[in-house]
């Protein structure tokens, strides 16, 4: 299911939005890497700063509808989580980030 982003013309409130966009992913991430169940994981991502642009070329797809981002790379990366750590730990730091 597609949702469609907001109209949001101005584009001083566009940059605030790509900011937070990008505090929240550090945020998480940090959190993710100093997690001790957790961190093993994010440890073992690949090109770190390569991987968090495609978490916020994503984030700024869905909630700005900029084209940098198909949504598909992001949702190919949650194969890497075990379904347990997605459900009890994952969704947990992902509230404690925003």
């Not at 550090?26 to 642009?53: C, M, N, T, V």
């Not at 981002?69 to 969704?91: M, Q």
Request: proline letters at 7%.
């Amino acid at each position: 299911m597609q949702l469609d982003a907001p109209d949001i013309s101005d584009e001083a409130q566009r940059a605030a939005i790509e900011i937070a966009i990008s505090d929240c992913v550090q945020r998480f991430y940090a959190k993710g890497l100093a997690d001790p169940l957790l961190g093993p994981i994010f440890s073992a991502i690949p090109d770190l700063p390569a991987h968090l642009e495609i978490i916020k070329n994503f984030w700024s797809r869905s909630l700005l509808g900029t084209e940098r981002s198909t949504g598909c790379e992001f949702l190919g990366l949650l194969k890497f989580v075990p379904r347990p750590l997605i459900n009890k730990f994952f969704l947990s730091l992902l509230l404690r980030s925003s």
